[in-house]
């Protein structure tokens, strides 16, 4: 793998800062604490004793130094999220809300989306998101005739939970000229009831229609929730999605699939300085000639937007009952979801990826959806050896022992959400049965040697690690369900890494992300409690009180300061 180069000097001019606290967590194994640390503009320069970066302070610049003690708090690097759709929580956050905190049945979802309605300009699309038909009292989705009762002349679609598909009305089909006999596309479904007529759900690659004749068009490559709005509506959409991330002391993502809607996205909000994240871009795999064509044979890019790879789908999602279980689902035996890719096409994708030198980045659940990945990657490791390749499996929900095994040997990182789990792990049982005790094996993980990163998969969980980081630690569901046995479980301290240092080395940004070290950028959050010594059950009341990017405060908790540093030029940063 060919990890991004930096090309920025070290910035001069700019008054050094020694930052204080109570506790300093560094994340770096040969220095794991400190007393403080010492900024110089964007950068680290030393970390370790107070005395220490007063040395340093001397030598680099003649102006005393800033001291900033932040008290009694825990410091430790800014969180990374490294599977997450900044864009698509964006858009999200202006949709409505149905998930089980404003609706427990069909009825209510059907109220909330009618009077969002009343209150949108004729011919726009209703757009809801968030149920999920487990846990809504009818435990079913909802139906086209159901969203037909708010509104017949507009599109109306209620996006599941788990982003891969969901509802629409009748409107939608029409619109589209979907109807009786129309065919599933490859790795995709709009689902029928027993007489054979469309129940209003659709899934996975089927949802290419919701985007429209001119919008983006993905084919088989994973379900389309490129959406379009007004390019003015995207960038406000993005700009609120990284304040999310920001309150949540995240600030780097890494955007596991973008289209060309994405990509234009970031380039307009870099070019107006307003990107106060960093963002890594993983372009969905329907690109890989385009990027091929184009010389993308490596990472490139700056220290705020780079490209980092290439993301695959071989299967759905367990969310939706879309990941691929050829025996069917206990909950459902008639359903068996797909796989997105014939195995010998996708084994013949990820070989041109890793010919070149790509990182590939492979959304897989079920054991069959993994083998074709772990197949297809050995393959292409024997072809053109490569130790550190770093081929990813997102969400990597169910993999066997033996696989975990083969992942290790082959050097895959799996990056997991334990989100998902904490939010509808007893839906995963209710689908597959036993097995689901196992979903995100993390520990299993760790005692084969395999590095654990953690993500949010935003927005199908909030952009918050500390709540990630509870649920890799206790293993206890919303519903306070307990998940499989104690070894699936991890350390704080574990899962703390997996959302800093291991998430920079999968993102390949470990050179200036994910501790706090000198020649590292200063980015860290600042949090009310130390995670590896509060109570795990209570890790995700810890508030995120501050979080900087560059040696700047891009986000406070406190509603009372105001005028917050501004953005670095990053024009050449």
């Known amino acids: 793998m060919r990890t991004l180069t930096s090309f920025d000097s070290r910035p001069f001019g700019h008054r050094p800062t020694i930052v204080t606290a109570e506790t300093i967590r560094t994340m770096d194994p040969e220095n794991p604490t400190a007393e403080a640390f010492l900024m110089v503009g964007p950068e680290i320069a030393a970390v370790g004793t107070l005395a220490r970066c007063r040395a340093v302070a001397a030598e680099i610049s003649r102006q005393e ?118 065919p599933n596309p490859q790795g995709g479904e709009f689902f029928r009831d027993a007489n054979g007529e469309l129940t209003g759900e659709l899934s996975d690659a ?11 068009k993905i084919g088989h490559h994973g379900p389309n929730f490129h959406l379009a709005d007004e390019p003015e509506e995207h960038l406000r959409q993005l700009g609120v999605a ?97 796989l997105y890719h014939e195995p010998a096409a996708y084994k013949e994708l990820i070989r041109k990826a890793h010919a070149v030198g790509l990182q590939t980045a492979t959304h897989a659940q079920s054991p069959t959806a993994l083998e074709m990945v772990i197949d297809a990657i050995e393959s292409a490791l024997a072809e053109r050896p490569d130790a550190d390749a770093r081929h990813r499996i997102e969400h990597c929900g169910l993999p066997t022992s033996a696989q975990i095994q083969r992942m290790a040997s082959a050097g895959i990182y799996p990056v997991n959400q334990p989100q998902h789990y904490y939010n509808w792990g007893e839906g995963v049982q209710q689908a597959i049965g036993t097995p689901g005790e196992r979903f995100n094996p993390l520990g299993e993980f760790i005692e084969a040697g395999v590095p654990v990163t953690i993500s949010s998969d935003a927005p199908v969980a909030d952009p918050r690690p500390l709540e990630a980081i509870q649920a890799a630690v206790t293993r206890v569901t919303r519903n306070g369900h307990k998940l499989g046995p104690d070894n699936l479980r991890i350390t704080a301290a574990q899962a703390l890494a997996g959302h ?21 950028r200063a980015d860290f959050a600042i949090l009310s409690h130390d995670p590896l010594t509060h109570a795990p059950e209570h890790l995700a009341g810890i508030t995120v009180l501050e979080t900087w990017v560059d040696g700047s405060c891009q986000y406070t908790a406190d509603p009372t300061v105001s005028g917050l540093m501004p953005v670095l030029d990053h024009a050449t940063s």
């Not at 005739?145 to 509104?151: G, P, R």
């Not at 089927?206 to 983006?216: H, Y």
């Not at 240092?501 to 050179?511: P, Q, S, V, Y």
Request: proline share 4%; net charge negative.
């Open 65 to 182: 130094p800033d001291i900033r003690d932040f008290g009694d708090v825990t410091i430790v690097p800014g969180f990374i999220d490294a599977h997450a759709h900044p864009l698509m929580l964006g858009q999200m956050m202006s949709w409505v809300d149905c998930g089980p905190a404003k609706a427990r049945s069909i009825p209510e979802i059907v109220a909330l989306l009618k009077e969002a309605a009343a209150g949108i300009p004729n011919g726009l699309p209703v757009r809801g998101y968030g149920y999920e038909h487990r846990n809504l009292l009818e435990e079913r989705h909802p139906t086209r005739f159901e969203l037909d009762e708010v509104a017949t002349d507009r599109e109306v679609y209620l996006m599941n939970a788990s982003g891969h598909g969901g509802v629409v009305n009748s409107f939608t089909f029409e619109l589209h000229g979907v109807g009786r006999e129309t």
């Open 206 to 216: 089927a949802c290419n229609i919701l985007t429209g004749l001119e919008g983006v």
């Open 242 to 338: 990284q304040e999310n991330f920001l309150a949540g002391g995240v600030t780097s993502i890494g955007d596991c699939q973008v289209s060309r809607r994405e990509f234009d996205m970031y380039l307009k909000l870099a070019d107006a300085n307003q990107l106060k994240v960093r963002v890594g871009m993983y372009l969905l795999s329907h690109l890989l000639d385009d990027a091929l064509d184009m010389g993308l044979h490596g990472q490139f890019g700056n220290s705020r937007l780079s490209f980092a790879g290439i993301k695959f789908y071989a299967d759905g999602t367990l969310g939706g009952w879309t990941a691929y279980f050829p025996d069917g689902y206990v909950g459902d035996p008639c359903r068996t979801g797909q």
């Open 500 to 520: 800093t240092i291991n998430a920079a080395k999968t993102l390949g940004r470990e050179a200036d992300l994910g501790s706090l070290a000198a020649g590292k």
